[in-house]
C-alpha cells in the first residue's frame, strides 16, 4: 500500500486584480483566500508555525498585491503556483523537514456586480499530479 502525507496551511486571505482579457472583462477585483498543500518527504515536513506561516503569506502577497494584467483566475492559480513552487524562507530553515509543494488552491469570493459574477466563491486548484509526485 502506497501512503501520502500532506501538511494544508492557510487560508490566507488576499485581493487581487486582474484583467481578464480571455473573457474580454476589464480590471476588476476580488477577496478571496490560497490554501498550501505540501508532501511530506521526509520524517517531517513544512514547518507549521506562526514565523514560517508569515513568511509564506509575505511571499503570497508578493505575487497577489500587483494588477494581473492579462489573466485569467486560472493563470493567477498557475502564477501562485510557479510563484511558490521550490521556494523556501531563511526563516524555515532552523525547523528543518523535507518538503515539496504538492498544491494551491485559490478560492476567489464573487459578489454580483455589472460584469455578472455570481456571489459564491469558486476554487482554482493546480497540483502536481501522480506521476509528478514520483519524480
Known amino acids: 500500500m502506497s501512503l501520502s502525507r500532506t501538511i494544508t496551511v492557510g487560508p490566507f486571505g488576499i485581493f487581487f486584480t486582474n484583467v481578464n482579457r480571455a473573457m474580454n472583462l476589464r480590471a476588476h477585483s476580488h477577496t478571496g483566500a490560497v490554501t498550501v498543500v505540501y508532501d511530506t518527504v521526509g520524517r517531517h515536513g513544512y514547518p507549521s508555525f506562526w514565523e514560517t506561516n508569515t513568511a509564506l503569506e509575505q511571499r503570497i502577497h508578493q505575487l497577489t498585491r500587483r494588477v494581473f494584467k492579462d489573466a485569467t483566475?486560472?493563470?493567477?492559480?498557475?502564477?501562485?503556483?510557479?510563484?511558490?513552487?521550490?521556494?523556501?524562507?531563511?526563516?524555515?530553515?532552523?525547523?528543518?523537514?523535507?518538503?515539496?509543494?504538492?498544491?494551491?488552491?485559490?478560492?476567489?469570493?464573487?459578489?454580483?456586480?455589472?460584469?455578472?459574477?455570481?456571489?459564491?466563491?469558486?476554487?482554482?486548484?493546480?497540483a502536481r499530479t501522480d506521476d509528478e509526485q514520483a519524480a
Request: net charge negative.
Open 73 to 126: 483566475n486560472e493563470d493567477v492559480a498557475d502564477l501562485l503556483f510557479a510563484h511558490l513552487d521550490g521556494w523556501t524562507s531563511p526563516l524555515w530553515e532552523p525547523w528543518g523537514g523535507t518538503y515539496r509543494l504538492r498544491a494551491v488552491h485559490l478560492d476567489v469570493v464573487g459578489v454580483h456586480d455589472e460584469i455578472g459574477h455570481d456571489a459564491g466563491t469558486t476554487r482554482y486548484t493546480v
